[in-house]
């Protein structure tokens, strides 16, 4: 007889589990109460026990690999029983915790947040949790397309009543209700690119404890480097290009900025990978120029505008807005003097770049006019430290202000 | 609207109904001379004549019997018992010959028989005098169920039920006989099957028949009052066929339901309301159905036991509360 090990739910609020390590390996002979392997579990290290006798026919998650509750983990089975079907359906179920390019997904599944106004019933399959809600309940969430997963059930044992639903649909109306003096309005619903951008983003700002730090950077020599290279080749070099290729040189030197935030663990890249906040018709997107840090000014220039246009003309590969492990937004062109980006999960950091402005400052003992540029780097405090950020930056202004750094 | 009891509306029914057809007669313990125990047929006997108004022996089975063979020829027997209570000496007769034999003689037979009588509890009558069994009957395949409720729908129901062509059990109530209530004068009949709204609410739909339909709208009343609820009363009428879409029209207005009836708890008529509804109108159900009932137990004959176990507005209440997530 076949008998499924799935991953147990091992303690009160545990979603998934990591194998710390098999105490049987394949082709042990089990019996019911055997413990098979420690799992990991969101508070302790627990054991899992075997459910059925048999042999330890075959282990589908392996030491060190995590998997969400109730995915199979192993089969049990006679010596010589057929256990491909098992095997074979458990294709499908997510895990994380490998090396490689695998684990490389753009957007971990960790960070998969509800969006306010999805239908329950596709979201309950995918969190595999289940919702205790009244039939009406349920029907009205459908019908008036609430997540059940947002509404707060008051009946017994949380379950989610009518009256749930129907607060939850009035605090949505009263949150999508226009202002009372609005003369008239206009419902656009959202673009697929919206609603990523909208998950995204919500995605950021609230799990991730954000903090800024911002530094004004002398560009006058900059803007002289600039000119000299402009004067003499034909790419024309902007001055994105150049904040682009510093921030991906600054990155090799402080690889505690070039990271991605993975929940158990902090990835932190050999590569520099670039992401360029563009504006699109629609919102905007983030191509990547990869190993900015490699590349000369002139193929960041290139890259740069080719990608850009293909951006705006949708039509941007998924390769190219994806794996970037920093990333930049400009307003400068807009007059934007200083502001703060939200960063792009799961990376460490991102530097919101404003407008290059001739100011008044003290320079050489007097008052002197100067191109000045203001910049703001978010950071992901879970990775980086207010320090750790501050040198990052140190290193950005001088090689900003001794662009000479850059062919070092 | 003349004012009347509800053993008057029977009397009515029964008197119109033996004018209209001369092949319906009435027969039973006490029905003639003495006009009837709870005196539902009196003045018939000088009306009909001994032909049609039939003293009986103190023997269930035997006239039960009797009426079922004089309906299998033609007739339109009534036959009442003195409670039904009493009818289980005569179930036999009910269930193995009424209800069986138009089935048995591939339809060549209908037996066109009301048996009819007070069912459930009076009060201090025992454990063997005080019970309602009405799911026994509405069990069966081949008989009708009628339990009304007021003085119109006991006489618009019996009328029904004597001109029905299936035998039909037609359970009455002692303490309902007294009953007053509003009946037209002239002909009126109310279709056997059909559930009726006897107060309109939006809040929770509460299920009742019989003597419980005084329970519910008394219930429903102090819901109203004290507790801002407003009950839609649904009286079955008719256990079987039951009313389903008329049940189930009120489920999808309150989204809550609760069922009272006067029998026992397990495999009750509202254990039948509560199948019907999960199933016919699940998506509208917004809490599990709860049921009052009878107390679990052989009727106490002491006083205070007996009111105990006896279905009340106060237990009603308390379903009523506790569907509507307000405990």
Redo the contacts between chains.
Sequence with gaps: MITKVVMEALSPTMEEGRIAQWLKKEGDAVKTGDVLAEVETDKAIMELPARGNGVLRKILVGDGQTTAVGNLVAVIAAAEEDISGVVGQSGQQGQSGQQGPAARAPTPPALTAPSALTAAVGREAEAGGRIKA??????MAGEKGVDLHRVEG???SGRI???DVDTALTALTALTAPPPEAEGWEDVALSQVRKAIARRLTQSLAPIPHFYLTAEIDMERAAEARDALNAAGDTKISFNDIVVKVVAMALRQHRACNAWWQGDAVRYFHDVHIGIAVAIDEGLITPVIHHADRKSLRAIATATRELAERARARKLAPEEYTGSTFSISNLGMFGIDEFTAVINPPEAGILAVGAITPTPVAHGGAVAVRRRMRVTMSCDHRIIDGATGAQFLQTVRRMLEQPLAIVW | MPTITYRDALNQALREEMQRDPTVFLMGEEVGVYQGAYKVSRGLLEEFGPQRIVDTPIAELGFAGVGVGAAMVGMRPIIEFMTWNFALLAIDQVINSAAKILYMSGGQVPVPIVFRGPGGAALQLGAQHSQAFDSWFAHVPGLKVVAPATPYDAKGLLKSAIRDDNPVVFLEGEMLYNLKGEVPEGEYTIPLGTADVKRAGTDVTVVCHSKTVAVALKAADQLARDHGIEADVVDLRSLRPLDVPTLRESLHRTNRCVVVEEGWPFCGIGAQVVDELQREAFDDLDAPILRVTQADVPMPYNKHLERAAKPTPEQVIAAVRRVAYLD
């Design positions: 009244s039939p009406l309940a349920r029907r008051t009946g017994p009543i009518k009256r």
